[in-house]
């Protein structure tokens, strides 16, 4: 399978988040204040539920008496802590710092640029899309993802700016990575399981559970925006080590259980 094809989805998911950066840049500076408020707050609505229907497949997966729910959860407090304590939400600040310094940003450069990468790279698409679109060439699960990113991403922009566009950078590694890892990741995390399976697999599953707790975090932050309460914000970016830690101990617990 050539480079092009297993990189396909990414490279279109990139272009529809810098496509609707340029359209949110030019149509939200012209929108007023509370119209971008507005906006935000409706994003935030719509990024709840999604993140609600993701940590519902938590229900559907358990190992022994352990329910999917606790694995998830002691995945989020010891990813927390080592999220603290390795700095990831303000090594994200930084990052998005240095880029509004390099390329002149303005405004909310820096929290469009994190808002935007977390909510882009930490939903299951990012993930189960990766698998299909390395392992098959299938880009369909990212080619659905593209079409959510690039509204979000509107709506964003016309908020904090040209931030949400560096967003881009993020997703190609993230997703990028992920399709051209794609063989070894299915062979020993998921035991070569068929990408048309992927979804149901429990490891997915709890991944994905964790992964919506998380986006309901940046739904939160994003209603915070919208009121101008960003100092109540939820640290999201520290909650990021649950995405590896939850399908570790939910191994761990059905070797335990079995």
């Not at 500076?29 to 707050?41: D, I, M």
């Amino acid at each position: 399978m050539s480079l092009l094809s297993q990189l396909s989805g990414t490279l279109v998911n990139v272009g529809t988040v810098l496509l609707g950066t340029i359209i949110g840049l030019m149509v939200g500076g012209r929108l007023p204040a509370r119209t971008q408020q507005a906006l935000l707050q409706t994003l935030s609505l719509v990024t709840v539920f999604i993140g609600l229907d993701m940590a519902a497949n938590l229900n559907r997966v358990s190992a022994g008496s352990i329910p999917g729910v606790i694995v998830a959860l002691i995945s989020l407090a010891a990813g927390v802590v080592i999220g603290e304590a390795l700095g990831i939400e303000e090594a994200l600040n930084r990052l998005g710092e240095r880029l509004r310094t390099r390329f002149k940003g303005e405004g909310r450069f820096t929290e469009g640029f994190v808002a935007a990468s977390l909510l882009f790279c930490v939903g299951p698409l990012t993930f189960v899309g990766g698998l299909q679109n390395g392992l098959t060439g299938d880009s369909s699960s990212y080619i659905l993802k593209s079409t959510l990113d690039g509204i979000s991403a509107l709506a964003l922009a016309g908020a904090y700016g040209l931030g949400v566009g560096f967003s881009a950078v993020t997703v190609l590694i993230v997703q990028g990575g992920i399709s051209l890892a794609a063989g070894g990741l299915a062979s020993t995390l998921l035991g070569g399981a068929d990408p048309e399976t992927l979804k149901t697999n429990p490891y997915i599953l709890v991944l994905t559970g964790a992964g919506g707790l998380s986006i309901v975090g940046i739904s939160w932050n994003l209603m915070l925006a919208g009121l101008g309460l960003e100092d109540r914000r939820v640290r999201v970016g520290s909650m990021l080590p649950a995405l590896l830690l939850a399908p570790l101990l939910l191994w761990v617990a059905l070797r335990i259980a079995g």
